[in-house]
């Protein structure tokens, strides 16, 4: 979860006492459902059987459960089961009272993100969601939001209201957010090399386009700028720009694919819904996900018949844009890597803006399989800098000094607009923040040791130094932190300026070790 974003932990008796209030219908009757023996109390609990039957024997030795054995309906066996006593009613009503206070984040249908006291969240949804439910979703996916379709059955809208299938708005009936259109940024500079890059990538044969580099260089404003030029070339390119959040889980993004693909409780005709985890924290199907969405896609005619009233008819592709991709690499590895499988097949074109290399796929797939594309992005050249500063008509401004203090990093520039000078505490604040402080400090010592050197240091001497073993760390080569030269090791401009710096005993300790 995101620091600052409302935190959620419901204890496991919690758990259990909610589930048995919301099915204390149920109570002394002598055919009950499943959801009160041991392993629907788990799947409604997000436990393991075995964790249960140990709160079970608690909450039964406080005497707020007792134990019975019943006939399940649909099942010919008799199980254990249980229920609240009275003592256990007052118990769960005081906690449920309780943690109805508990504040969770949600997106309502007009996407805006809102903090809200839980007991009101199931309406704000338009769902039939439990307390119980909407507390562990909020527990193990940090937001919920409007029109998520594992929620049930969504409160239907209007016909007139509801958008047509192709042409959806932002923020509208989707589990996360994502654009159907190319977002709103700040004014591109330069780049004219990239987008071209980007015109050949997509011409050719490629599925995926990785565009990489550290925070702020432009990646996200590269592919809107882009990804505008071409919607106006192409308006029946379909688009889903979904930007990644802290909080983000797999399911998000595997939920808002089938969405933007068409896939509804009314449309749904390879089950994909049934592959998504239903029940809170539980796993996303991925194998079952990939092949069922393989079969839906390569259906022509299905896919026809869902996008007949949109313009144009059905879209000859998607492009799918994941911004800050990131946030999700780790975790998402097979829905990722499942995505590159689909993609072979179907007409989906995929462009990931990472700040950090991703491993869903190998080196195999960028040299000689010609599956992925990878579009390092470093500052803006000296000639880009310099008609920058001739728009902004700044006195006593040297191109060629404010190209070496940054690095050409597009932030620094703006800030030198806002402040009257590259390195105002601002910008050196966003290289502690976003750049060095995440680093680990034998990483982050690496980079400032090399920043005392004049000239670029031989790789041998650099790690000789520092007792460093093996090769340099990939990581920092792929964010362009860490730069290979025929000399030897440098380091990305704006660092260098910022981690000099550093002075006294410390830069003098580098200074030797190096000498």
């Known amino acids: 979860m995101a620091e600052g974003l409302p935190k959620v932990n419901v204890a496991v008796s919690d758990r259990v006492l909610l589930h048995l209030l ?3 219908h149920l109570a002394d009757r002598f055919i009950v459902t499943a959801a009160l023996t041991r392993p629907g109390i788990a799947e409604a609990c997000a436990q393991h059987p075995p964790n249960v039957s140990r709160t079970m024997r608690e909450l ?6 007792s134990e019975h054995t019943r ?9 254990k089961t249980w229920q609240l006593t009275e003592e256990g009613r007052d118990m769960a009503q005081l906690r449920t009272n309780k943690l109805g206070e508990t504040t969770v984040l949600v997106r309502g249908k007009d996407g805006q993100l809102l903090e809200i006291e839980s007991k009101d969240a199931a309406d704000r949804l338009a769902s039939d969601m439990s307390l119980l439910q909407v507390l562990l979703h909020a527990q193990h996916e940090g937001v919920l939001t ?61 599925a995926f386009a990785v565009v990489s580099g550290i925070a702020g260089i432009g990646k996200s404003t590269l592919v809107a700028e882009w990804l505008a030029g071409k919607q ?21 993004l595997a939920v808002s694919l089938l969405h933007r693909f068409g896939i509804d409780e009314k449309h749904d005709p390879y089950n994909l819904i049934e592959t998504l985890p239903l029940r809170p924290g539980a796993p996303l199907d991925v194998d079952t996900w990939r092949r069922r969405l393989l079969a839906y896609l390569t ?67 960028v040299h000689t399989r010609d599956i992925v594309e990878e579009l390092p992005l470093a500052g803006l050249s000296l000639d880009e800098t310099s008609q ?4 902004l008509e700044l006195k006593d401004v040297d191109a060629s000094d404010v190209h070496e203090r940054t690095g050409g ?6 800030m030198l607009e806002l402040y009257g000078k590259p390195t105002h505490e601002d910008w050196l604040r966003f290289l502690d923040e976003e750049i060095l402080t995440p680093l680990p400090e034998a990483e982050r010592e690496l980079l400032a040791t090399l920043a005392v050197s004049e000239k670029p240091v031989p790789w041998k001497t650099l790690a000789s130094s520092l007792d460093w073993e093996g090769n340099p760390p990939q990581r920092l080569i792929d964010y362009g932190l860490l730069i290979e030269l025929d000399q030897g090791m440098w380091l990305h401009e704006a660092l260098r300026e910022r981690l000099a710096r550093e002075v006294g005993s410390v830069a003098k300790t580098r200074r030797e070790r190096i000498e």
């Open 388 to 391: 920058w500063l001739e728009e």
């Open 146 to 206: 409007w029109g998520d379709i594992r929620f049930g059955l969504i409160k239907q809208q209007d016909e007139e209201d509801t958008p047509p299938p192709g042409r959806l708005q932002p923020l509208a009936g989707v589990h996360a957010t994502y654009h159907t259109s190319a977002p709103q940024t700040r004014k591109m500079r330069g780049r004219d090399v990239e987008l071209n890059s980007l015109d050949e990538w997509f011409e050719g044969r490629s």
């Open 71 to 79: 006939s399940i309906q649909n099942d010919d066996r008799r199980q």
């Open 60 to 65: 039964v030795r406080k005497g707020w459960v």
């Open 409 to 414: 990093h597009p932030l620094a520039i703006e």
């Open 299 to 365: 259906d022509a005619y299905t896919v026809r018949e869902r996008f007949s009233i949109a313009p144009g008819g059905p879209p000859p592709y998607w492009l799918i844009v994941l911004d800050d991709v990131h946030h999700i690499a780790h975790e998402s590895k097979n829905l990722l890597g499942a995505l590159l499988q689909i993609s072979q097949k179907t007409p989906l074109r995929f462009v990931l803006i990472s700040r950090t290399s991703l491993d869903f796929y190998d080196r195999r797939d």
């Open 22 to 24: 919301h099915h204390d």
């Open 232 to 252: 106006d070339k192409q308006p029946n390119l379909s688009i889903c720009w979904y930007p990644c959040q802290p909080w983000d889980r797999e399911v998000g």
